[in-house]
């Protein structure tokens, strides 16, 4: 099997949602059930976004992905996935940092958090932006901002 670069917990979950629909075991399954086992996953996607992995995962239409096509396509996902979520993320960004300065200053910051959670204490939150904002510029480029989001 290719390396997929993944740690071997996450291998090992991807393999377990993969056993469940592999009932007869015979290290496939069936690429009509791949909405079903990402869906396991926590996945959640409709038949127009599926259809594309599975034509991927299953070029030659024998309704049938081994666990290396499985596990190929999800990863796949997942970097899509992580990429749509930083583009959204520097859109979130683009938003707070007034007049395009590159930064976002700390008090906006705290509002966007006490937004997103308003039974955050202030000291929770200056002990974020403290941890967040290591240079004690009372500013936050987007690096720190993406690496705050992504926890």
């Keep these: 099997m290719a390396d997929l670069g993944l740690p071997p917990e996450q291998v090992e979950e991807y393999k ?17 059930d791949l909405g079903l086992v990402l869906r396991e996953m926590g996945v959640t996607m409709g038949l127009t976004e599926i259809r594309p992995m599975v034509k991927e995962a299953d070029p030659d ?9 499985f ?12 990429e749509d ?11 707070y940092d007034k007049g395009n300065q590159g930064y976002i200053v700390v008090q906006d910051l705290k509002e ?10 202030d000291h929770d939150l200056d002990g974020m932006i403290k941890e967040i904002d290591q240079d004690g510029s009372g500013t936050v480029d987007f690096d720190e901002f993406l690496e705050m989001m992504n926890g």
Excluded: P
């Design 112 to 121: 966007i958090l006490r937004a997103v959670d308003d039974k955050m204490s």
């Design 61 to 69: 239409g024998t309704g049938k992905m081994d666990f290396e096509d």
């Design 16 to 32: 377990a949602a993969f056993a469940k629909y592999d009932r007869e075991q015979t290290g496939t399954i069936a690429t009509k």
């Design 85 to 95: 979520m930083t583009e959204q993320l520097r859109e979130a960004f683009r938003l």
């Design 71 to 82: 596990a190929m396509v999800v990863v796949k996902f997942i970097l899509e996935s992580d």
